[in-house]
């Protein structure tokens, strides 16, 4: 979900287990929807992407969920790998070249 | 693949100094664009490109200034670096709008 200050909301996942990572998206016109992983010291990494007209997207051990009623997004990822571990944020916009990112949350995979 | 490149990866500035973070991508992309990233903060437009030869303002464009040098390359300078320009600077790119955006690895650039 959405951070509070400088600390970063931190989800610690049992490696092998699934994790879900939560956003609250801010615009009801938003209709297209991102979600990235960001390692320490690298750039924001594409993961999957998801448009208003669908409620669940998957990809390879990753399945996007879009609920447009209370404007929330999630991103489940299914087998959690320590590889995995990382901040992931989402992303929103509205058809427009300017998109909202969230400030995300820190993902802890335990060995 | 390289994707979007940036330069330099860590810079310090003096207050006053002026600088130029080259950016470029090979993905034959329309659109371009420069973030920001502060702690506690969601990335912030700065500028962007949305195709060759148009630049727009973003969120936070001031103390900067950008050019779209051609298809591949879209530079952001500071002029006159202050210490709140102390951030971590990424550039992107994106076929379109409304289109996955693809990031550099970033640019940590202090002010001092």
């Known amino acids: 979900g959405e951070s509070v200050g400088l600390h970063l909301p931190t989800l610690s996942v049992q490696e092998g287990d699934n994790s879900i990572i939560n956003c609250a998206y801010s615009?009801?016109?938003?209709?297209?929807f991102i979600w990235y992983k960001q390692e320490s010291g690298k750039g924001p990494q594409f993961i999957i992407d998801i448009r208003s007209n669908m409620d669940k997207r998957q990809g390879q051990r990753v399945t996007v969920l879009l609920n447009k009623t209370v404007k929330h997004l999630s991103l489940q990822i299914a087998a959690t790998q320590p590889g995995d571990s990382a901040v992931y944020f989402c992303a929103e916009n509205k058809g427009t070249y300017k998109y909202i990112f969230g400030t995300g949350t820190r993902l802890k995979v335990l060995a | 693949n390289a994707g979007v490149t940036q330069t330099p990866k860590f810079q310090v500035l003096k207050t006053g100094q002026s600088m130029t973070l080259q950016c470029a991508q090979d993905?034959?992309?329309?659109?371009m664009y420069w973030y920001r990233q502060d702690p506690g903060m969601g990335l912030r437009l700065i500028y962007y490109?949305?195709?060759?030869?148009?630049?727009d303002k973003g969120e936070v464009p001031n103390g900067y200034n950008v050019s779209r040098l051609n298809k591949r390359e879209f530079s952001l300078r500071l002029e006159s670096a202050a210490p709140s320009q102390t951030s971590v600077y990424f550039c992107?790119?994106?076929?379109?709008?409304?289109?996955?955006?693809?990031f550099g690895e970033g640019s940590w650039l202090t002010v001092v």
């Open positions: 490109s949305a195709s060759e030869g148009t630049t």
């Open positions: 993905m034959n992309h329309n659109s």
């Open positions: 615009n009801s016109a938003s209709d297209y």
């Open positions: 992107a790119s994106s076929e379109r709008s409304v289109l996955a955006i693809y």
